[in-house]
């Protein structure tokens, strides 16, 4: 795993980033982690100090009104510390998520933005698994160092200060209470190195839990549970993946109650070193109880200080090691040309070539498209059929420029598109595939694609071509209506047949002058599909397109058909000629229309 | 928004019991151990101040070495003590409480198994347990705060009773005569205004942070939308299937558009101003209050100390065991308005788990018949789904043909589906009667009238899980049995290629060493999976629509060898299917509108049948 590369940027480096990014974001960030240092070492100095002063003055029976005063001062000026500390704390995290959001914001860009095939390189997806992983919430990197820079901070200042403190004290006593920190220091670390090793084998049994507990609540499975009596089998899974899970918790028991209970004893060693050499010193050098109660205090109290930087050193090196890879992870080099490109040349009609093409996705063993030549001239119709597995999608993605081929050239009026600005290329696409992202926004919005400037004429024209008018109608707030319910819980859901239809609408708005379908009618009845087949030549007009399918009869609306098989070209031409071929796909068409032929038996 | 709680402070408390109870079902062992880890946190405190109050007592008196010795090693022994058994129980108490997080959940997955399936479709049963989960998600808010909130209430009042006890003698102990004017310290009337003044400060500093937290929970609408609008838009990126049409349609400018919304937890949103304002005041005010507690018991203490009552070293006592009473007395009255607020989201908890089953269950059992002699009959059946306006099926009256193959046709929305989920009784019809052998379906117990069918879905369902598993339905099943089902459904061939048989796992989402299966492969599965069941009905809801014409035509081919001697149902929108089955009904706006064989309906030229058969028969059977 890349947990071994080494980061690109340093503790340095890093913190200058995301202070950089509060500073412009919200600079509040910034002022509450000084303020909050200063009034935490003033809180503690106050606690520090009130017992021995007031009891000083009791034990030396001074004026009462002097007694008096002193606690009102503590008082007072603990209640204002107190005050402010507390609204501080509940203003820190609102600003600090801002910079977090903004942090996420920049990972939700670029990979929107992405060159498409790093959208399924292995190494990709795991820095930006990793770099997501550090803005998921409140306790990860980019947020929490905020917490970490203003406890360096606090701690460090307060050790400073407690140092001139107790610079009237033995030295050994400082080093012995110190040597007491290192052991509860070194054995947090074992806990902690196993703890992080371990968290991968963590996110396992979470990820059996989760997965067992969305099976037992999906709705999918529900008729299934029912009809043929699941529940027993499911109650068993759930309670054993949490059986296990337990198990796995009670190790992480003992590794972590190792370190508690050494905390626990150095504390009490602690103590017994405290009060050994402060009450021989009090019965020596004549101490008072005041005196006595300063010093104990602030020696048992030291330690956190120490403590405290070394723990909050570790952390820093850790959410700097994160936020390294968040930097690394939008700096990942991007294989296409975006904005340094060239300017697609407009034209009246758009042919696209395909020049000895092969195409091998990482990891495999064979290419998906062999040494293939096709060219889809202006204005032409394309059908593409084959069986699953023959390379159909994989074609469609290297001629909309989602993939650039292994070997060979795609060209664009015979310029590579490699030269150009690839997302002006994709603006010549209107594509319907197979897998889509409908967005939880309103009909309109996921339609135009567009918050602004929505041609509602257009679209109401655009949803009619696509038979969607009747099902837009019913909506309680027509275009208006918001489409999933994970964002806002109005939204509808639509059926398999009325989002692919949602989705023609989509590319019929785009009106792009290349229109690719990639089995846009599979969830549709035959009406509707034989409805969509219809007015196949009046969605194409004047547009070079593909249409891929494996129902063949869908073909016949094309100028040309391809048959693919392992990635070539198996046959070509029109239906009827390559029905007299009797090849391969004649025989597909067979095979699916032998139950349509009429007097035959089975 | 209003900022009270909606409930009453009793009905918040029988939920937070109702729900501790639950809790208690869960898991046995974590409330024992709440309790006593509550017990030892709330006196540590006391011992350390107990003990460190006695060396000073004696250092402020007579100094002698062998007692002071004594005191500080009992007081390390106590002190250690106490850390390591505090330790090992707050570590117990964190393992049990990780694990309870999850497996509380089954709760939830128990009630949607035993859920009416009408309301296991019903958006709002969703919904609601969405809100339970983002409830959960973004406060703690719900069922898991029970705990904490009763730890803390368990611990707070030990902690009084505690602190009590050794401030006892500091109201006991009185100042000489000697002092004059300072004997007013002895007037049970002065203890008594000191006790209601740090009772009151407690009170109100309690109160200031239970309103302080009202306000937060009060954000929750807004608070739970930002978390949806977080997690859909701030994590669109990772959605592999996404990333094409997001390029193609320039999608980042919808996305960035609307992840500017979120801003419900940042510096412009509603908890941000609330804590600008009343919220962080309050809180600040409720957490400053509280010194002023110690400043009046350093005032009584130390004026006593002063006029000679007890020395300095039991004024630390005193102030020590004070200050922490006055601690727990804030953190009760907290504590308190934890429980009022999560009150109200446990009552949606509750509504969720109240659910009731609406749906009649019969107790009669269906006759075993080795004949598989069973007769069901629709008469004249109405449907209409919850909520709709429109009925989905109408007046449907149909009767079974023992041992035959009946196709049903139509588009989609004409009720194929819902005259299946009918006939499983997932819903019941409101108007006309289902009858098995002449008896109302509903008058069986319903697994046991579920026993006679076995329905392949449309959107049917594997688990990650052992192939076997899946096949059977549970985790200890006949091997044999189970590798003829899935011969039997055509997955023999695949079966010899996986590489634990019958043992194999499916999928990788359960567990890395799984096998990914195809479309087909997982139909053939499912199929099986109908098969082992081995019931007199099979049905089989459209299930081509997702294999290529190959792999379609090998099911098609089968189809007669996979439906045996049992009455089979086959629904299609491929009409090439009903070329294999004995009778055709065909529906449509929620009726049968004609039945009979392929050839007898193809003849209506008017029919519905003809012009579903023409629409997909016209591009095979031209030139």
Known sequence: MNEKTKPKYGIAQNVLWIVKIAWSTRKRVLVFCLLTATLEVLYNLAQLYIAPE????????????????????????IFLVLVLKDYIKENTMYPRVDVRSVITGKLTEKSNATSYP???????????????????????????????????????????IYLTILSRLDLTLILAVAATCAVGFFVSRYTNNWTFTHREAE???????????????????????????LQNWLNDLLESVHDVYLD?????????????????????????????????????????????????????????WVMGILREAVRLHQQSLDISRVREFLE???????????????ADGYELKLERVSFRYPGAEADTIHELDLTVKAGEKLAVVGLNGAGKTTLVRLLCGLFDPTEGRVLLNGRDIRDFNRREYYKLFSAVFQEFSILDVTVAENIAQTKEDIDYEKLRECVERAGLTKTVDGLPNGFDTHVGREVYLDGVLFSGGQTQRLMLARALYKDAPILMLDEPTAALDPIAENDIYMKYNDMTAGKTSVFISHRLASTRFCDRIIFLADGRIAEEGTHESLLKLGGEYAKLFEVQSRYYQEGREF | MSVEGKIKFSKALSNCLRAAGLLNKVSRRYFPVLAAMCAVNALTPYVAVFFSARVLSELATYRRPDTLWRWVIAGAACTGAFAVVKAMLYERQETLYDDLYGRKEILFARKMFSLDYADMDKQA??????????????????????????????????????????????????????????????????????????????VLAGYCSARSELYYTSASEEANFGNRLFGFFGFFGLQKE??????????????????????????????????????????????GITVVIT??????????????????????????????????????????????????????????????????????????????????????????YPGAENWALKNVSIKFKVGRRLAIVGENGSGKTTFIKLLCRLYDPQEGEILLNGIDIRKYDYRDYMDIFSVVFQDFQLISQPLGANVAGRADYDAERARRALVDAGFGDRLETMPEGLDTQLYKDFTENGVEISGGEAQKIAIARALYKDAPFIILDEPTAALDPIAEAEIYGKFNEIAGDRTAIYISHRLSSCRFCDEIAVFQDGSIVQRGSHEELLADGSGKYHELWTAQAQYYTGD
Not at chain 1, 146 to 158: C, I, K
Not at chain 2, 258 to 266: D, H, M, P, V
Not at chain 2, 321 to 332: D, H, Q, R
Request: proline share 3%; with cysteine; hydrophobic share 45%.
């Open chain 2, 242 to 287: 996404r990333g094409a049409d997001v390029r193609i349609y320039s999608q980042e400018r919808l996305v960035s558009a609307y992840w500017a919304k979120n801003f419900a937890f940042g510096g412009s949103g509603l908890l941000a101003r609330l804590a600008r304002g009343p919220m962080g005041i309050l809180s600040g005010l409720g957490t």
């Open chain 2, 125 to 202: 049963t969703h919904d609601l347990r969405d809100q339970i989960r983002q409830n959960e998600g973004w406060a703690g808010l719900g069922l898991m705060l029970v705990p904490t909130v009763m730890g803390e209430l368990l611990e707070n009042i030990i902690g009084i009773l505690s602190g009590a006890a050794l401030t006892v003698s500091l109201f006991t102990t009185p100042v000489p005569a000697s002092a004059g004017a300072l004997t007013v310290l002895n007037s049970p009337l002065f203890i008594l205004a000191i006790a209601a003044v740090m009772v009151a400060v407690s």
């Open chain 1, 203 to 229: 996110d396992v049994y979470y990820a059996k839990k989760r997965y067992i507990r969305g099976k037992a609540e999906s709705v999918e499975l529900a008729k299934d549970i029912r009809v043929f009596g």
């Open chain 1, 54 to 77: 007031i009891l000083k003055r009791v034990e030396g029976h001074e004026s009462l009104s002097s007694l008096l005063w002193t606690i009102a001062f503590f008082t007072a000026s």
């Open chain 2, 295 to 384: 400043g009046c018991v350093y005032v009584f203490t130390c004026m006593k100390a002063w006029a000679g009552a007890f020395d300095v070293g039991s004024v630390t006592q005193y102030v020590g065991a004070a200050t922490a009473m006055a601690g727990s007395i804030f953190a009760l009255m907290s504590a308190f308005g934890e429980l009022r607020a999560n009150g109200v989201y446990l009552e949606t908890t509750f509504k969720f788990l109240d659910i009731p089953n609406a749906m009649y269950q019969g107790s009669l059992t269906t006759e075993k018949r080795s004949d598989r002699n069973y007769e069901v009959e629709f008469r004249n059946v109405s449907f209409k």
């Open chain 1, 118 to 160: 790093n959208t399924l390189n292995a190494d990709f997806i795991k820095l930006r698994e990793r770099a997501y992983n550090a803005c998921d919430g409140n306790r990860e990197a980019t947020e929490l160092i905020w917490q970490t820079l203003t406890l360096l901070l606090q701690n460090t200042a307060g050790f400073v």
């Open chain 1, 332 to 346: 990942y080099p991007e294989p296409f040309k975006f904005e340094g490109g060239e300017p697609v040349p407009g």
């Open chain 1, 248 to 304: 796995f918790r009670l190790k992480v028991e003992r590794v972590r109650l190792l370190t508690d209970i050494t905390e626990a004893l150095m504390t009490a060693a602690r103590n017994v070193i405290a009060y050994v050499y402060l009450i021989n010193m009090a019965l020596r050098e004549g101490l008072s109880v005041a005196e006595f109660l300063l010093y104990f205090t602030a020696v048992t109290t030291f330690t956190t």
